[in-house]
């Protein structure tokens, strides 16, 4: 039976599952909402895109240091352990397997249920219970082998990122949005806008979110001192990339109050200059962004757990690897049958809702962990480090607190209800040490 997880991913792998996991239904919905928040100034929300990308790349260059300094599986979890003790650590991967990982599998589900009934007339319930086959299909696909789970996310990669490029050609070239452009910027910036502008970026940062969960897989990466860091920051590049080309694609294709004002600002633009069949194609494009963000958030977020009970702060079972094929099988297991219950239920909304937030102190902690283990552990081996240190790590850090302070300061109730949960992991953590040691055999006399 296997006892370690096999090291089969390229940097050329990393890029290509980060880009994989961020993409979801983010780029199809948030860029008329960044828009609207820019006051319609083309020039200010493509700015926001590009801040957005350029801080999550520093993220990702402050990760590549610790990645290439601990690389083991679990990732985040074992930065947040080594700086911060495992109390700290424990609260984030509880976290994470109660409400975050299990939540937006959950959400990404329902989600693509309620997409596929535009095409089949589904009842709720039957779009409830599509919803729970899909949390679990994407758990359970996992299972099978890490490189075959990653060829199925591989593949889904290159047919929304396909999709995406086929808005980017053809909306410029079949719209006339771009000149509808009377001005690419406001004629002047106030307090007002700049803070509208901030929000915008706190969005943007919502959509880019995804590629931490890329440490999680540093167990599984061949020679992740130099890979890690150099697929992570492919990967973000890669994002920009697809990131911005799509928000200007939907305003050259509706023009920018169209776009301002859509719901659904691919879907619409596509329909309007492509037909309704290419619309009904681009929905199916959504359908597999969704279900194959959410089978990599069930792929990667296992690490965590099987992380966690290496270190006996969780159950055993979750370190346990299945015998043929060398992934964490139960762990992946149990982290698919609680998403379908929470699919199920409904209550993963509320969860999300209250909690989703909380996970931006864990990736802030995670940047600062950078400066606290230089300053603890300073002759630690680092093969890759940090340019610019430490203002790439500040300002990482700094980016991550300003979505958390936005969402008390918006609504304070939520923010309060959603750090209490996660400080609830605590007492949880010191009951489970004591049961530990009540179950631990005696010492011979």
């Known amino acids: 039976m296997p006892t370690e997880l096999k090291r089969v991913f390229t940097a050329r792998d990393v890029a290509i599952l980060t880009i994989g996991s961020v993409i979801g239904s983010g780029i199809f919905l ?16 493509l700015t926001i895109w590009i801040a957005g990308g350029i801080l999550s790349f520093l993220g990702g260059l402050t990760y590549g240091e610790l990645g290439a300094a601990i690389p083991g599986a679990g990732g985040l979890y074992l930065y947040i352990r080594d700086a911060y003790g495992k109390a700290t650590a424990f609260a984030f991967g509880w976290t994470l397997f109660v409400v975050i990982g299990a939540g ?27 919803a729970v086959g899909i949390a679990l299909g994407v758990s359970l696909i996992n299972i099978p082998g890490t490189e075959r789970s990653a060829m199925v996310l591989k593949v889904a990669t290159a047919l929304k990122v396909g999709a995406i490029g086929l808005l980017v050609i053809a909306l410029p070239a079949l719209g006339n949005g771009l000149s509808q452009i009377d001005h690419w910027w406001p004629t002047q910036f106030t307090a007002a806008s ?66 301002t004002n859509a719901n659904r600002v691919a879907a619409e633009a596509a329909s309007q200059l492509l037909g309704p069949t290419a619309a009904k194609l681009l929905a199916v494009a959504i359908i597999v962004s969704m279900m194959s963000a959410a089978q990599a958030n069930a792929m990667m977020t296992a690490r965590v757990y099987y992380a966690m009970a290496q270190d006996r702060v969780f159950f055993a079972s979750m370190s346990r690897l299945h015998p043929r094929y060398g992934t964490p099988a139960f762990a992946l297991v149990t982290s698919g049958i609680w998403s379908a219950v929470l699919a199920l239920s409904g209550t993963f909304e509320t969860l999300l809702q209250y909690v989703i937030f909380v996970g931006w102190i864990f990736y802030s902690l995670g940047g600062l962990a950078v400066i606290v283990l230089r300053i603890r552990q300073p002759d630690r081996p680092r093969p890759f480090k940090v340019p610019w240190y430490p203002v790439t790590p500040l300002l990482f850090v700094l980016s991550g607190l300003a979505i958390v302070v936005n969402t008390v300061v918006a609504d304070p109730v939520k923010g309060l209800i959603g750090i209490g949960a996660t400080l609830a992991a605590v007492p949880v953590y010191f009951l489970w040490q004591r049961l530990l040691k009540s179950a631990a055999p005696a010492p011979p006399s």
């Open 104 to 130: 937006t599998v959950a959400t990404l589900s329902v989600a693509s249920a309620g997409y596929l009934a535009e095409f089949f007339p589904l009842s709720k319930g039957a779009q409830k219970l599509i």
């Open 194 to 259: 700049l803070s509208a502008a901030g929000l915008g970026l706190v969005a943007v940062l919502w959509a880019y979110e995804g590629w931490q969960y890329l440490t999680f897989m540093g167990g599984e990466i061949r020679d992740p001192q130099r890979n890690l860091p150099r697929g992570l920051a492919w990967g973000i590049v890669g994002l920009i990339a697809i990131y911005v080309s799509a928000a200007l694609a939907y305003v050259a294709g509706l023009g920018p109050d169209a776009a």
């Open 30 to 45: 948030v860029p008329s909402g960044v828009l609207r928040q820019a006051g319609g100034s083309v020039g200010v929300a």
